[in-house]
C-alpha cells in the first residue's frame, strides 16, 4: 500500500500541498486528475523521494520498486529490442553471473530465480510491448539513436513496462503515443500486475484503464473510488450539496438576523434574540463552491464558400522518393468534420500537408476556392514560438498595425488573459503556449482548420472548452488525434489512413479499436459488449443548446415576476389600504408563478441533461 499521511510542501513560497492524505492499496490502478499547476508531477517526485518533504510522510513497502519513464530518453548505439530487455536489471545481472559462476550451488539458485521470473519469456514479452507502441520486428532491431525524440520516448516507456516495478508512476504516458498506441497502453495499464498512477487528461484511458481517481484541488486530496466519468458525477454532486447547503445556511442567518434585528430591544422578545444570537456564533459556515474559470477558445466564423471547398483528384504525393499517399480522391465541404485515422508513419501527417499547401502534389490535381483560407496546427509549432517574446508581440507582428486594446481582446478570446499576455513564452506552461498556437493558426478566420494533436498539454477542462469552440465553429476540421474523446465530440466522418490510401472508414471509433485490438464485433454473441451511442450530430447540438436557452430565459423572466410580487406583498400601503381583495389577488399570483418557476426549473433541468447526453457542454 501507498500511504500519504498528512503531507505538506511549497515551491518558491507557493504552497501545493498541505495536510493532504490519501491511501492507495497494492495493485490499484489510480487516475491522478487536477488542473495544470496544481501540483500533480511535484507529487510523483515527492513519491520517488527526488523532493523533501515539508511536511507528513509517504509510506511504501520495503523494497517495492517505483518505475517511471525516465527524461533521459536512449540514443545510442544499442537497439531497442536490447534497450528495453536491459532495463530489467535482475535479469541482466543474473545473466552476466551465470556465464561465470562455477559453483555448483550458486548455478542452480541462479537457474532458479530466471526460471522464477521467466527470463525465458523475456524477448516475446520485450518484443510485444514494443509492437503494441508502433515498432515493428524491423525497427525493433535498429539502434535508439536512428530515431526522433519522439519515437525514443515510447521505447522508454516501454523499457519502464517491460521492467514491472511494483508502483508504476506515468505522467501523460499518451502525449507522445498515436490513437493506436494509446488504445493499446489502455489494454496494458487494464491488465498491469502491480500498483499504477497515471496523470493523464485523456478521459478514455481514465475510463478504460483505472479504476479509481486521486484529485488534487486546492492543495489537498481526495480519493474516488470508480473511473473518471463515475468521478466526474460524484463531484458535480458533491458540488450541488455543497452549494445548496451553503444556500441554505446563508437564507437561515438571514432569517435569524432579521429576527434578532427587529427584537433585539423589545423587552418580550429579548430572550428569543439572545438565543438566535448564540446560534448564529455557533453555526460553522459552509464554505461556498469556488470553481476557477476555464478559459474558453474562439474560433472566428469565416463567410460562407461554395462547396466543395478543396478537392483532390487523382493525387500522389510525397518527398521526392516514392510517393507516401497515392490516387487519392477526396473532397472536403466547409461543414465537414473528419477525423483521420491510422499508425504513424501511414501519411497522417503528409495528408494534413497536402490539405494545407505545405506539400504540393507529384501527380493528379488539388483544387481549392480561390477564397478559401486555412489554419493549420501541429504540436512541433508549439516548439517554434519564441520563447523571448510575449504573446502581445507574436500577435502584434502578424497584425501590424492594430492597437494594443484589439490584440488583448484578441488574445482575450483565444483564453490568454492580461496576466500571460505580458509573460515571456519560455516561463509560460504548455497549455499556454498550445493556446497561442491555436490562436495564431485561426488568426485570419479560416474556412477550415487542421489540428495536428492539438490536446497535448491541454488538461480535461481545457480539452472539454476546445470541443465546444470546435462545435460552434463553422468551417471544417480535419482532426488527427490520440485522444478518442475529442474524436468523438467533435468528428462525424472517419478517414482510414492505410497502405498509401486514403478511405473513409465506415464503423465508428468503437468498432475501430476492436479491430487494433483484435477484439470480436459487438454483435458476436460469443462476446456481447454494450456498444457506445454515437454524439449527436451538430444539428441535433444546437437544437438542444437553444432549448436550453429558451428555458433558462423562461426561468429568469419568472424569478424577476416573483421578484417584483414579493416587492408588492412587501409594501405596507397594500395593508394600509385593506383591501383584502387586491391583497388575495397579489398571493394568488405569486402561487400561480412559484408553481411555473418549480415547472420552469424542471423543464430546464431536463433540456440541460438531454444536451449534455448527446455530448453538449453548458
Not at 506539400?359 to 486555412?374: C, D, N, V, Y
Not at 475501430?512 to 451511442?533: C, F, H, I, W
Request: charged share 25%; proline share 5%; aromatic share 4%.
Amino acid at each position: 500500500m501507498l500511504s500519504i499521511r498528512n503531507i505538506s510542501f511549497s515551491m518558491v513560497g507557493r504552497p501545493l500541498l498541505e495536510g493532504a492524505s490519501a491511501s492507495i492499496p497494492h495493485g490499484h490502478k489510480v487516475g491522478l486528475v487536477g488542473r495544470n499547476g496544481t501540483g500533480k508531477t511535484t507529487l510523483f517526485k515527492l513519491i520517488r523521494g527526488e523532493l523533501a518533504l515539508d511536511g507528513g510522510e509517504i509510506e511504501l513497502p520495503s523494497r517495492a520498486r517505483i518505475g517511471g519513464v525516465s527524461q533521459e530518453v536512449p540514443a545510442g548505439p544499442t537497439s531497442l529490442l536490447d534497450t528495453v530487455l536491459a532495463a530489467d536489471t535482475e535479469r541482466a545481472s543474473l545473466l552476466e553471473e551465470a556465464e561465470t559462476a562455477t559453483e555448483p550451488g550458486r548455478i542452480a539458485e541462479i537457474q532458479m530465480r530466471l526460471a522464477d521470473i521467466e527470463a525465458h519469456s523475456a524477448e516475446a514479452r520485450a518484443a510485444s510491448i514494443l509492437s503494441g507502441l508502433g515498432f515493428n520486428a524491423e525497427a525493433q532491431a535498429r539502434a535508439c539513436a536512428d530515431f526522433s525524440g519522439g519515437w525514443r520516448m515510447r521505447v522508454a516507456l516501454a523499457a519502464v513496462l517491460f521492467s514491472q516495478p511494483d508502483l508504476l508512476l506515468l505522467d501523460e504516458p499518451t502525449n507522445y503515443l498515436d490513437l493506436e498506441g494509446t488504445i493499446w497502453l489502455e489494454a496494458y495499464l487494464a491488465k498491469y500486475p502491480h500498483t499504477v498512477i497515471v496523470i493523464s487528461h485523456d478521459r478514455q484511458l481514465l475510463n478504460r484503464s483505472v479504476g479509481a481517481i486521486l484529485h488534487l484541488h486546492n492543495r489537498d486530496l481526495t480519493f474516488y473510488q470508480g473511473n473518471y466519468d463515475t468521478f466526474d458525477t460524484t463531484r458535480r454532486m458533491k458540488l450541488m450539496q455543497q452549494a445548496a447547503a451553503a444556500k441554505k445556511q446563508d437564507a437561515a442567518r438571514a432569517h435569524m438576523q432579521a429576527f434578532v434585528d427587529r427584537f433585539r430591544a423589545k423587552a418580550s422578545k429579548a430572550r428569543q434574540a439572545q438565543s438566535r444570537i448564540k446560534a448564529l456564533e455557533k453555526m460553522q459556515p459552509i464554505a461556498g463552491v469556488v470553481e476557477s474559470n476555464v478559459a474558453t477558445f474562439n474560433f472566428p466564423s469565416p463567410e460562407p464558400l461554395s462547396p466543395p471547398i478543396l478537392k483532390l483528384e487523382s493525387v500522389s504525393v510525397g518527398y521526392g522518393g516514392p510517393p507516401v499517399l497515392r490516387n487519392l480522391d477526396l473532397r472536403i465541404d466547409q461543414d465537414d468534420r473528419i477525423a483521420l485515422l491510422g499508425a504513424n508513419g501511414q501519411g497522417k501527417s503528409t495528408l494534413s500537408k497536402l490539405l494545407s499547401e505545405r506539400l504540393t502534389p507529384m501527380e493528379g490535381k488539388r483544387q481549392a476556392s480561390s477564397k478559401l483560407r486555412i489554419g493549420y496546427f501541429a504540436q512541433h509549432q508549439v516548439d517554434e514560438l519564441h520563447l523571448d517574446e510575449t504573446p502581445i508581440q507574436h500577435i502584434r507582428a502578424l497584425r501590424i498595425g492594430e492597437t494594443p486594446a484589439k490584440i488583448r481582446a484578441r488574445l482575450a478570446a483565444g483564453g490568454i488573459g492580461a496576466d500571460i499576455a505580458d509573460t515571456v513564452v519560455g516561463k509560460l506552461s504548455g497549455g499556454q503556449k498550445a493556446r497561442l498556437s491555436l490562436l495564431i493558426a485561426t488568426l485570419d478566420a479560416p474556412h477550415m482548420i487542421i489540428l495536428d494533436e492539438p490536446t497535448n498539454h491541454l488538461d480535461i477542462e481545457s480539452r472539454e472548452a476546445l470541443v465546444h469552440a470546435l462545435n460552434e465553429y463553422n468551417g471544417a476540421v480535419i482532426l488527427v488525434s490520440h485522444d478518442p474523446h475529442l474524436i468523438e465530440c467533435v468528428a462525424d466522418r472517419l478517414w482510414l489512413v492505410k497502405d498509401g490510401a486514403v478511405r473513409p472508414y465506415t464503423e465508428d471509433l468503437d468498432a475501430y479499436q476492436r479491430m487494433l485490438l483484435g477484439q470480436k464485433p459487438a454483435n458476436d454473441k460469443t462476446k456481447p459488449e454494450k456498444v457506445k451511442p454515437k454524439p449527436a450530430p451538430r444539428s441535433q447540438l444546437q437544437a438542444l443548446k437553444a432549448e436550453v436557452t429558451k428555458s433558462e430565459a423562461r426561468v429568469t423572466k419568472l424569478e424577476e415576476m416573483q421578484t417584483n410580487i414579493d416587492t408588492r406583498l412587501a409594501n405596507p400601503r397594500l395593508y394600509e389600504r385593506g383591501d383584502t381583495e387586491e391583497i388575495e389577488k397579489w398571493q394568488k399570483k405569486r402561487a400561480e408563478v412559484v408553481a411555473g418557476l418549480e415547472r420552469a426549473e424542471a423543464l430546464w433541468m431536463t433540456a440541460l441533461e438531454k444536451f449534455e447526453k448527446a455530448g453538449g457542454r453548458p
